[in-house]
């Protein structure tokens, strides 16, 4: 019989705090870039993501998941309700603690992974049919890639794909999916024409250490232990975080001035692309992934913003559905099984096979998220409206979708 | 007669400009943040990635009632304090005021204007 | 001989460095919402408690609570100076940590309870007077009822009373006090009259979301161990504020728009309701308590001020005072042996005695906490004087308490 | 064979994830103090830290200061790139957790002691020479008298010097370091002509509140077990930043008014002062320590600032070097073998030898610290320049170094 | 003829001069946030230790373009609201406006500062 | 003679404002945020429970300084680009102005109002 482990229980549980606390990390990190007029919406819908998904993984969420393996592709009802999800350990996922720390611990990416796409349709998106909408993908993609890559029996964990903290689950799907909403939602009024200057960098710069610190608990309690692995990914995480603000820093000082927004966008970014890596690259090699993270994203900004491709307004492509890219790969590249016994070596230790893996989990994961999103968003565009009307994209969503102002 | 001056400045010349008055007795004032435009036409700015223009740049307004006859040197002090000579350095502007009322003493006009130590007691006449 | 376990301890260690932290998030929470000129006079009023009460329980508070009892009603003096709390375990309250980590994690739920009632009276109190009243309060009100409740020996755990983290203890106390205060203090000039707009939402929302965090320390650290009951605390207490959250968001929109600053009180609420079940219901029965508490507290406050009756400025009375009383009824209805064997069933499981100590318990703290802080309010009102000047309050308590302005 | 335990282990890595919140918190701390123009210039010379000493530790800071000792001054190379430093521990440091999370950890206080110093330049640093700065001073200051005081053979170590958790290392590095910069760059334009307001005093009140919590993890983890002795030291470190910000808060009022500032700055003062003796003395001492830190801190402010002497900005001289040095020195007083068997006896408990010691290794490490920044900043003075054009200083350092601004 | 009142009053006196302003049927009005000096010199703040001067005080300014004859009335009935009777209570000027035009309807002059219960429409003539 | 534009407008259409001016060749203006009422009595907000007003709305106010001559096309310039038809979109105001003194230069009056590029140097007269 597996028994419960308390410093492996206490870290997860301090883990799933930390998780949680990046959800209104990322509120302002978000909020501190919009305009003025949609700070106080911005931060919303960020933190509302806690009380909507909180509930739907309850009810049904963690169980679609996590449930018994159906095909591969979809965890069946047993958990629904948590029920049978209580202090016993299951050793499928972690076997020293309770299965519900387990299923509090996942809770919060499932919480976060949505937030993060609000950053592709900020200051225009209206907030009943985001609700639809956070409540639908939750359900038709979180839910069954997160099977795929974690779920015991999920394809791509049978195939042999790495993915260490959710590069592949929660950032990939978040940046691929924003891709699409962003495509459907269409640029704000202004874009391209009128520099929409961010209304607080200091709140971006709070959201940005609250999320470095939280990022220990998303990547360290990956271990789903207080052990070496645990510490290792703690600094493998901290090193890309740190390597990709610096090099950001050196990109805009070329462009112009080192740009602090830059600097903790950089930080973030290499948070990103260390996710599904922390658990099995080295530490040096996780300074490569953070700081080749960096230009990846930045030039891909410059890219789509330079051009007016696309008014993915946050970067949340660029930023997470690159970064997670990169790091999904960079991971069959620097993956070491002197790191993690139970990971596997990548290219450079040997083994292509691994790299071909990382790239059709994560090219199958990206599609799947982009093409379902489109089609989601396409759907509630024709039926609720995704857009607030152009005289309140104008006034404001502070205002018109909320009747508040962020400041008195 | 009464005139307002509306100084428009560059916002770390505040001090010196404040200083330059206190020196001549300019007591009364007014100041309030204000983003402008004129032969200046904007600044760059670091985004993310690259730069981008914001073309109205933060200023300080500068609001003096007084008597006509303190214009000229006032307008004279502003200008040597608030000057750099870059693009940018502000302008001023006078208007006609009609008429000056104290909320708490309820004096008018010129009275209205005088302080302790101000330019008027100053100087003869 | 009960030995000391190194993951209970962490466990500890991190709860009372999440519920320290509570209180400036309850600083930012009470903070966004007073007037601009009395930002930084609110934001203290909280911060100076992690100072004062600190001092306090170290001295005698402890003692006060849990020292050797005396008739039920207040413990002994062996505790002064937290003489003999130290590394050795005290069975009576935590046998696998350290008696010291168990007096720190109190303290700081001594802390805060006393920064929940200040939103009683912000904007108009006197600061002097405030310490003296705060130092009473902690003395007369917190200590004596904190030992009822869960000091060895207290009457209300000797009756059976079921107070998981401080559903009584900490927000009935507050929520009643605040009552009593507001009643005493009157209300603020213009109270009714003028639109009193919230100074900065996103401080609240900054202080909801840290707060909510905070909340996994207080509710699963009262597991005293990193147990499967700490995880489940975990779990029903993010469910409750979620479902909170969610329902006072439609409330708020049924009456207009949805509101930021609802949404984030209605998790607050949330939390304060399941705090003293969290370790007693089910996750389901969590997002009952939750979701009910959210209209008790909204129809409550729409009650009081909507007719005026009372400025109790921060709603303290509605949201702790009435979330709590519900708490702990609930706990009465939803108790089960099923989630935690050293409880009791409920109502609902078969045992309307429970319900009725839970009532019982719950009416006797709110009277004394109601008359006890009547009385020392209006001693103090005589002889210090609660209130600053009209024109002190006009001008703001920033500039006249402190001479500060909280921005240049 | 040394074996891991989890719980030392979670609780270390939470302590990690503490102490690097604390350089965010630190930024927010500072940020609020300064004026609007130099908020987000504030902000990055911390935030910066956490990306460039992260790299500068894992490349080479952490053998310098822990690697195989030469002569008692400096670690040899044994650890570059974290060589060797794995999953297995190091009893020479930490018997119970992987060696790793020991360089984690101390890799944060590695972090924030540079961030503490720019207190000492705001408003009027360039970045560029700030960089080269802060990269030479770890290298060349901090990471030998870490060694000299925490390194197995280090000479301070070896010559019985207590320092638990880094009032040496950290604070009078910091303070005597900011001495020696403030002293070399000179005052700001205006200083004691013009008052400076704080920009933003609710940033200052954010950082203190975090840095408190933060410094739980900063001094309760330096027990590198989550056992008694962290507790211990969770308690003295509370009660001094209690005792702090109380008596600095009757300094203040009876020079005017209780400041908002001056408490919390008051707080900082009394963590920064038992940061040394947290796991040595008792917490009535600690209460005492905190206590006197306050005047001292306070009168040393007004009396440079005072008589215009110098230009610290920040008072980080004031807060941290002098708070640092009493810190040293009550250590050799009030240290006691009854709360920590593997420290020593202070003067009062009959063993002035300790206080000999404390002042010798205080002294010696401030001096070094003052001697050697004073010469790295003349050096970069004569080369790089340290200060930005007047022109530039007076527009503020976020548009003439960032090329941004912290509000839209 | 139309008149501007600009009046700079007490921040927390801003309530009682809207109040009063509404009694007498004055309607359109604007206010901005200023900082300014005049016979009240400073203010003493607390810093971390001791205490520190701050030269310019908040206060609010409120601006009315109204017509000519009720001017005086507008005028007496913000003296009254806004006065305390100690130093800093603030100051009126009035200037000379020369047209007006109301965006949404076009209106020019007299016209466009009409509002629906107010002054004008309240007492004949 | 010199004129000074006092323009109230919605702040969300300060960009088509400021498009249309520059299309005409108005360059010299600046900004301020300020909060005002007028025909459009007030906003109902959204509290914790329930609902409040409001009754100082914001807007931005946009001052020109200008030649005699320009006012009227800026004036409808103005109008155009800020009318929604709806309550609130604000009020022009017009002053005289007596003097203008760039503080760069020294220049005075109408020369001082020179921008490169502007309406007086693209058509003739
Ligand atoms: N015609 C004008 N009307 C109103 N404000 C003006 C005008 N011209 C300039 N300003 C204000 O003066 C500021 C400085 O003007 P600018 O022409 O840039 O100065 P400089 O002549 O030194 O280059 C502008 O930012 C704007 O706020
Ligand atoms: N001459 C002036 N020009 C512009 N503003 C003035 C002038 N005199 C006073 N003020 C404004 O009026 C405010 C109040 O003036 P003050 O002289 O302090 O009032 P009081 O007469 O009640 O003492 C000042 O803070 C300033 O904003
Ligand atoms: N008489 C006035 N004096 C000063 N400001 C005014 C006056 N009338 C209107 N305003 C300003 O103009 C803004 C818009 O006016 P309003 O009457 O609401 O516009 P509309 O005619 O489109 O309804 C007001 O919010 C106020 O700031």
Redesign the interface.
Known sequence: MDT???????????S???V??M???L??FY?GMV???N???T??LS??M???I??QW?LYGYSLAFGTDHGGLIGGLDFL??AGV???PNPDYAAT??H??F??FQ?MFAIITPALITGAFVERVR?RTFLVFSLLWATLVYDPVCHWVWGNGGILRRLGALDFAGGTVVHILAGFSALAFAMVIGPRV?FGK??F???????A??G???L??GW??FN?GSAL????????A??TT??A???A??VW?F??WR?????????????VVGLVAVTPAAGFVT??AA?LIGGLAAPIS??A??FI??RKLLDESL?VFACHGLGGLWGALATGLFATLAVNSAGANGLFYGNPRQFLIQLVAAAASAAFAFCLTFVIAKVLNATMGLRVTE?EE???LD?S???????? | MTKKIEAIIREEKLNDVKDALREIGIVGMNVFEIRGHGRQGGI???????????DLLPKVQLNIVLSDHNVEKTVETIRRAAMTGQEGDGIIFIYPVEDVIRIRTGERGREALMYEGDIDTRRPG
Chains 1, 3, 4 share one sequence.
Do not use: C
């Open positions: 419960i482990n308390s410093g492996d229980t206490a870290w997860l549980l301090v799933s705090a930390l949680l606390m959800t209104p990390a509120a302002f909020g305009r003025k007029k700070v106080l919406s931060l919303n933190f509302i806690m009380a909507l909180s509930i309850l309700g948590l209580g202090a016993e603690v309770p519900l720390a299923a509090a809770m907030f202004g009128y520099p200057e961010p209304a607080n960098i200091p709140y710069v709070l940005a250490g609250l470095w610190m220990f608990g360290g232990a207080a052990n070496g692995l645990a510490v290792h703690l600094v901290n090193t975080a740190a390597a603000g610096l820093m990109l805009s462009d112009n001035k080192p740009s602090v927004l830059g600097i903790v966008t950089g930080a530490p040096l300074l930045y030039y900004i410059k913003k330079g970067d005289k104008a006034v404001g205002i979708e909320h009747a508040e102002r962020a400041y008195a | 760059t700015l670091t985004g993310r990635t690259g730069t981008y223009q914001v």
